[in-house]
C-alpha cells in the first residue's frame, strides 16, 4: 500500500525540496508507508500555497471536508486557512514527517476521526525518538525558530513545551522524569506558532534539557551530524552552575577551552573514556558552545606533548641521569 501526495500553486523551488524530502523519508524507511507524488485526484495529501488561485479549490474542500487532507506551506507568522493543516516554511523533515505520519494514520482510521488539534496541527502521533528530540533542539537554536515552540508528549502526563524565543523550556513535573528520557519511538513532537501555545510550568533554561539529551545520546554515540575526525574546540564555557555534570566534563571543557582537539587526543588527555567525550561533545554542541573544524590536520601539525615523557625527563635531568643511561 503506498500513500499518495500532490502539489499546487508552490513555487518550483519548495516543491523540488518536499519532493526530495519525501523521497529520503522513504529510502531510509523513516515512514512505515512508502509515498509517491501523484495527481491532485489520486491524493491522500495535497500541499498548496495558500496565496496561490490555483489552489482555491482545495481551499474550499479543505472547508467542507470532502476529497483529501490538505496542508498550507506557510510562515510560522501566517494564519492558516480554515480545515488545513500547516507545514511550516522554511520546511523541515521532520515537519514534512510529522506530517506524513499524522495524514497515515488519519487514512487508515478513516477521513476525520483523527481530529484536529487546537493549534490547528494534526493530532502528534507517539513515534517519535530521542534523536528526533535532539534534532528539535538544534533546530530550536536557530534564528528562524524564534517564532516557534514545540510540544513534546510522552516524558510525563503532561506535556513539555519549548520556547526558542525565551531560551526556555515549561514543565509541570518533577527534573528526575527528564533523567530517564525514553531512547526509541515513544515522544510526539510538534512545531506550533509560539502564540498559540496554552501551557503551564515553570520556565527553566533550555540549556538544561539540551544538555542533558545530549548527555543520554552520547552513551552510545556521537549524534549523527557530528563528524567524528573533527577538531573540536569551545566557543563559549558551559554554565556548569545549571548543567548536571561530572568532573570528567570539566577536565575536557577545560582541554577544549585552550586549544582544539581531535577526539583520541580529548581521551589521552583528559584521561577519559570516549562514551564520556561523546557525552560532552553532543550536550555542548545541542547547547551552542561547540565549534567543529573540518581540518584533522590542524591537530596533527600542533602535535601535543606527551606528558609521561616530559616528567620522565625533568626526573632524569634533576637525578643527573643522561638520555643514553
Same mark, same amino acid.
Given at each position: 500500500?503506498?500513500?499518495?501526495?500532490?502539489?499546487?500553486?508552490?513555487?518550483?523551488?519548495?516543491?523540488r525540496r518536499i519532493r526530495a524530502a519525501i523521497g529520503i523519508l522513504s529510502i531510509h524507511k523513516l515512514l512505515p508507508t512508502p509515498?509517491?507524488?501523484?495527481?491532485?485526484?489520486?491524493?491522500?495529501?495535497?500541499?498548496?500555497?495558500?496565496?496561490?488561485?490555483?489552489?482555491?479549490?482545495?481551499?474550499?474542500s479543505a472547508i467542507q471536508r470532502t476529497g483529501p487532507v490538505t496542508a498550507a506551506l506557510v510562515a510560522a507568522a501566517d494564519t492558516i486557512p480554515t480545515g488545513c493543516e500547516r507545514l511550516l516554511w522554511p520546511m523541515r523533515a521532520s515537519d514534512l514527517r510529522n506530517l506524513l505520519l499524522g495524514v497515515e494514520d488519519r487514512v487508515v482510521r478513516g477521513n476525520g476521526s483523527a481530529g484536529t488539534s487546537s493549534a490547528g496541527g494534526l493530532t502528534p502521533l507517539p513515534r517519535s525518538s530521542l534523536l528526533d528530540l535532539a534534532n528539535m533542539l538544534r533546530e530550536a537554536n536557530?534564528?528562524?525558530?524564534?517564532?516557534?515552540?514545540?510540544?513534546?508528549?510522552?516524558?510525563?502526563?503532561?506535556?513539555?513545551?519549548v520556547v526558542p524565543r525565551r531560551s526556555a523550556f515549561l514543565f509541570e513535573g518533577s527534573l528526575s522524569t527528564l533523567r530517564n528520557l525514553p531512547q526509541q519511538g515513544s515522544l510526539a513532537i510538534r512545531r506550533v506558532r509560539e502564540q498559540d501555545l496554552s501551557h503551564g510550568g515553570a520556565a527553566k533554561p533550555l540549556i538544561m534539557?539540551?544538555?542533558?539529551?545530549?548527555?543520554l545520546l552520547g552513551q552510545k554515540s556521537l549524534l549523527p551530524w557530528m563528524d567524528p575526525e573533527a577538531v573540536y574546540s569551545?566557543?563559549?564555557? +558551559?554554565?556548569?552552575? $545549571?548543567?548536571?555534570?561530572?568532573?570528567?566534563?570539566? *577536565?575536557? %571543557?577545560?582541554?577544549? !577551552?585552550?586549544?582544539?582537539?581531535?577526539?583520541p587526543d580529548i581521551v589521552?588527555?583528559?584521561?577519559?573514556?570516549?562514551?564520556?567525550v561523546n557525552e560532552f561533545l553532543?550536550?555542548?554542541s545541542l547547547?551552542?558552545?561547540?565549534?567543529?573544524?573540518?581540518?584533522?590536520?590542524?591537530?596533527?601539525?600542533? +602535535?601535543?606533548?606527551? $606528558?609521561?615523557?616530559?616528567?620522565?625527563?625533568?626526573? *632524569?635531568? %634533576?637525578?643527573?641521569? !643522561?638520555?643514553?643511561r
Open positions: 500500500m503506498k500513500r499518495g501526495v500532490a502539489f499546487v500553486g508552490l513555487p518550483p523551488g519548495d516543491e509515498w509517491y507524488v501523484c495527481a491532485v485526484n489520486e491524493a491522500d495529501l495535497v500541499i498548496v500555497a495558500p496565496d496561490n488561485p490555483l489552489s482555491r479549490p482545495l481551499l474550499k536557530e534564528p528562524d525558530s524564534l517564532g516557534s515552540a514545540w510540544i513534546v508528549h510522552g516524558i510525563a502526563p503532561k506535556p513539555l513545551y534539557l539540551q544538555w542533558l539529551v545530549g548527555i569551545l566557543r563559549h564555557w +558551559p554554565d556548569f552552575a $545549571v548543567l548536571k555534570h561530572r568532573v570528567d566534563h570539566r *577536565r575536557i %571543557a577545560t582541554l577544549l !577551552g585552550n586549544r582544539a582537539a581531535v577526539i589521552r588527555l583528559a584521561q577519559v573514556d570516549e562514551h564520556v553532543n550536550a555542548a547547547t551552542g558552545r561547540l565549534i567543529a573544524a573540518s581540518a584533522p590536520q590542524i591537530a596533527a601539525s600542533q +602535535p601535543w606533548p606527551n $606528558v609521561g615523557n616530559a616528567l620522565l625527563r625533568r626526573l *632524569r635531568k %634533576a637525578l643527573g641521569i !643522561g638520555p643514553g
